[in-house]
DNA sequence: GTATAAGTTGTAATGATTACAAGTTAACTA
DNA sequence: TAGTTAACTTGTAATCATTACAACTTATAC
């Protein structure tokens, strides 16, 4: 059985993508680090692997991933666009304190009513939730002398 | 029984929010024109009938009623933050031909797997899916001779 | 009616993203 | 393997929604 990685590339190569040693480096870094970084995240710790890379690229890059499939744009916050190569379908919780972005299991078929998307066609569904996450709850407790 | 709109009103005391004409111009306009309307648009549409409205009051008002619970922000295109007066729990669509945005019912706890968000203090969750909308399906077709 | 904190307004600043043009290179072919 | 070319990379400039700011105005409390 292949990796997963030889697959991404040949996901690439099907859309006529050409694998480009900056391509490289950020599939690479996105398969191994699954935490919804956003470009400047992306460029920033890649750059010193990669002097030259140049943050339109990373911009370039994630525009042409998410156009063949390979990553899904998670907005769940207005001023920043982070990425996900996690294809399981998912439900992404923001906390408002730390600004982690955690993955929860859902299925989001389950809470749709028959009937209410009838006619429709569905390209992509997302599901955003925040709130307080579970590591700053409890500094929240440790501070409070109640 | 009183009128939602007095309800509204009373909410917005609650939050020691005053009330402006400007205020009740775009409350009202929310109330009656449930669209999804984004700042711009809400500008363009009250300036004929309040034209020393700047569009800074449209955006520091809308930002006293997120914070006061009586709108929700919607999120569902990155570049345009849109506004929702209902209350009823929703999900948004919308759709990449014509750009609407559409309600649809939904129970996002239905699709939540138990145990998932153990321990996370859950503040707001928002339901988006992305295609064509039924009228612009019926367009295609249309179009298409085959 | 007065005091004052809150709201309004126009303008300037911000910051993420996109546009652009010149230089570079991956991939195809002979 | 070298030549060709469209695709990619890069730095800089432009865009545009949103926010910051400061002077002016007003809703609200007493
Ligand atoms: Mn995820
Ligand atoms: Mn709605
Ligand atoms: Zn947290
Ligand atoms: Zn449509």
Redesign the pocket.
Known sequence: MKPLFDDLIDVM?KH????????LKILEYLVHNRHHQ???QIYHELHPD?P??????V???M??LVQAGIVKEIGID????RYDITKEEHGHFKCESCHNVYDFPINIDDGLKKGGLEGYLVNSKNVYLKGICPKCLLDIKLVNTD
């Open positions: 190569k006529r993508l050409r694998i480009s040693k900056q391509r956003t470009v400047d990669l030259t890379l140049s943050k339109t690229t911009y370039n890059t525009k042409a207005e001023h920043e666009t």
